[in-house]
């Protein structure tokens, strides 16, 4: 079975501290997706890799960034934490299909409050 | 911006009716995908619907794709208590690597 795993399932952080979100997975999938899930709002595309060290700002990446130095793991940094980055923060992973991305399976969330 | 939008964003049915969800985008696209999601845990992938197919099953499930007027249907047939949770459509673009999903719509199955 394919296995996405995230560091914490909650986390509570006080405003200005750097948080880092970690994400692996065991499939050896190409690509690694960050999204945030907020009620009414469904999932927003933070940044995704499509290889190693590489990255691409999804739909809302302001206040965030991310690293890819292995293939199985990627990790979200939010570097200055505000009130408005409380949410639920969903890792997936896919391989690559012929002309675009395959199915995603996702980690359990990372439920993250901002204090 | 999201690409899915998903139609009706609540349905609520008896145990054995049939469900049916839409979603309609924007761009022109890869594939599409639909994902569930129970109450407070991760998306699980359901169908994966290419732009060249028009109609896939997976048990009870059947998705419809058509191209022309960019959307997709879910159709849930004789539904179960344990189908009630989030369904969310998500489309790939051509020669991307990212999906983009809808907000979703809520399905809660009585029994």
């Known amino acids: 079975d394919v296995k996405v795993t995230q560091s914490s399932r909650y986390l509570v952080k006080r405003t200005g501290e750097k948080v880092f979100l970690e994400c692996v997975q065991d499939m050896d999938h190409e690509n690694m997706f960050w999204y945030r899930q907020d009620p009414g709002l469904g999932l927003r595309l933070i940044y995704f890799s499509y290889d190693v060290k590489m990255k691409e700002k999804g739909d809302i990446p302001e206040g965030y960034s991310v690293s890819r130095e292995k293939k199985e793991r990627f990790s979200l940094i939010l570097e200055s934490a505000s009130t408005n980055q409380t949410s639920m923060y969903l890792c997936a992973s896919s391989f690559k299909l012929a002309g675009g991305a395959g199915e995603q399976f996702f980690g359990p969330g990372t439920r993250l409050t901002v204090l | ?111």
């Open chain 2, 1 to 111: 911006s999201q690409q899915g939008e998903e139609d009706p964003q609540a349905l609520s049915i008896q145990e054995g009716e049939n469900a049916t969800m839409n979603c309609s985008y924007k761009t022109s696209i890869n594939n599409l995908q639909w994902y569930r999601q129970n109450s407070g845990r991760g998306l699980v992938h359901l169908i994966l619907i290419r732009s060249n197919e028009r109609e896939k099953h997976s048990g009870r499930l059947r998705v419809t794709l058509d191209t022309s007027k960019k959307s997709s249907s879910l159709l849930i047939t004789a539904s179960r208590a344990a189908d009630t949770a989030s369904y969310f459509c998500a489309t790939g673009r051509y020669n991307n690597n990212d999906m983009r999903f809808g907000a979703g719509t809520r399905l809660t199955v009585k029994p």
